[in-house]
């Protein structure tokens, strides 16, 4: 059970619009640390698709969004297209006694109909 | 150019031990803290262990404590992570990655995985 809640499916058409929720609490994403996703190509490693709940790296088309409020965040896909059909997965950090740690959501697969 | 290559996956039987490497290059390895993660098959990204840019502080997910040790050579470039008593469900592809400046920057690169097979 992952600590982070991610919708395990998310499906559109070419062209539209879909998003992507990841919910935490108040011991993650909820103390404000930031929201971070990853992009999972089939038979990959993942790659950073958002950084800092809403900041694309080099190389990451502006079809691709995130927001975060409270205790969640988004990820939102505008444009689909079928290159665009992964596992997508977010990530943040969680206090413990030891320091803040990397936590991770379940993962959404992304399917292009 | 930044990269991230794991080695020494393989099979080792129920109880056995295995020592990944993780050789950076691209980039000032003594300055980034470093990260395991880990994908059974089919499953999704499990957060194994961390190290701290000089290997200071470490941090061990609860399913691998006791049982594995990350540790780094940063006169090496090279990440490990030494597991033990390892179990059928350790097996998985292992990711090294590293983690930028802040913890606003997430795990910016990843290399490419391990496969580590657990069976007898």
């Known amino acids: 059970q992952s600590v982070l809640t991610q919708p395990p499916s998310v499906s559109g058409a070419p062209g539209q619009r879909v998003t992507i929720s990841c919910t935490g609490s108040?011991?993650?994403?909820?103390?404000?640390?930031?929201v971070h996703w990853y992009q999972q190509l089939p038979g990959t490693a993942p790659k950073l698709l958002i950084y800092?709940?809403?900041n694309r790296p080099s190389g990451v088309p502006d079809r691709f969004s995130g927001s975060k409020s409270g205790t969640s965040a988004s990820l939102a896909i505008t444009g689909l297209q079928a290159e665009d059909e992964a596992d997508y997965y977010c990530?943040?950090?969680?206090?413990?006694?030891?320091?803040?740690?990397?936590?991770f959501g379940g993962g959404t697969k992304l399917t292009v109909l | 150019e930044v990269q991230l290559v794991e080695s020494g996956g393989g099979l080792v039987q129920p109880g056995g031990s295995l020592r990944l490497s993780c050789a950076a290059s691209?980039?000032?390895?003594?300055?980034?803290?470093m990260h395991w993660v880990r994908q059974a098959p089919g499953k999704g990204l499990e957060y194994v262990s961390a190290?701290?840019?000089?290997?200071?502080?470490?941090y061990y997910a609860n399913s691998v404590k006791g049982r594995f040790t990350i540790s780094r050579d940063n006169s090496k470039n090279t990440l490990y992570l030494q597991m033990g008593s390892l179990r059928a469900e350790d097996m998985a592809v292992y990711y090294c990655a590293r983690h930028g400046y802040s913890y606003g920057l997430g795990l910016d690169y990843w290399g490419q995985g391990t496969l580590v097979t657990v069976s007898s």
């Open positions: 190290i701290s840019s000089n290997g200071g502080s470490t």
């Open positions: 691209g980039f000032t390895f003594s300055s980034y803290a």
């Open positions: 800092g709940n809403s």
């Open positions: 990530q943040s950090y969680d206090s413990s006694l030891s320091g803040p740690h990397v936590v």
């Open positions: 108040s011991s993650n994403i909820g103390a404000g640390y930031d």
